[in-house]
């Protein structure tokens, strides 16, 4: 009678995991058996579901963060041109006509940048003629952002 034809190698066995047992030798000369492991393609899958899972809970707070940031931004800028302004309305005896004004006069370095819009376009008002101290040139009042967006705490920052 003839042997059947046995596929892999000879003396690979598996045992109930399905696990093959590798033979080696080790250092004094003894033959030791090792199993190779590995995860199955389950176990893979809970991983990188748990893995998406935590992602999706954490881009949320991250984007928060980022606007949060970009609003603290905004409150800083919003203050630093609105004290700028009042000091150049005390310093000359009239408001500015530009944010340009304040750049040249050396109030300011450099214009700020609106963080939610990116540029340096603010909104303006212009101050009342009849109560601005030339009446012939009303200046700048106030400044609020440029941005159409809404806040975290519910209002426009048009309105801060």
């Known amino acids: ?9 000879p003396h690979a066995s598996r045992d109930r995991e399905g696990a093959v047992p590798v033979t080696r ?8 058996t090792r ?31 980022i606007i949060r940031s970009k609003e603290s931004v905004l409150h800083n800028n919003l203050f630093t041109l609105r004290t700028v302004i009042d000091n150049y309305c005390y310093d000359k005896g009239k408001c500015p006509q530009s ?5 040249s006069e050396g109030y300011l370095r450099a214009v700020p940048v609106d963080p939610m819009t990116n540029s340096t376009d603010w909104k303006i008002e212009m101050e009342d003629a009849t109560q601005s101290v030339n009446q012939s040139e009303p200046g700048i009042w ?3 952002s440029g941005s159409d967006k809404t806040g975290l ?3 426009p920052y048009a309105d801060w």
Request: aromatic share 6%; charged share 20%; glycine share 6%.
């Open 1 to 9: 009678m003839e042997r059947p034809i046995q596929s892999g190698s």
């Open 25 to 32: 030798m080790s250092p004094c000369g003894q033959a030791t």
């Open 35 to 65: 199993k190779r492991r590995g995860f199955t393609f389950v176990e893979m899958m809970v991983v990188i579901t748990i893995i998406v899972i935590l992602i999706s809970m954490a881009i949320p707070i991250y984007n928060r963060a």
């Open 99 to 103: 944010l340009a004004d304040l750049v």
């Open 142 to 144: 106030e400044v609020h």
């Open 153 to 155: 705490d519910g209002r």
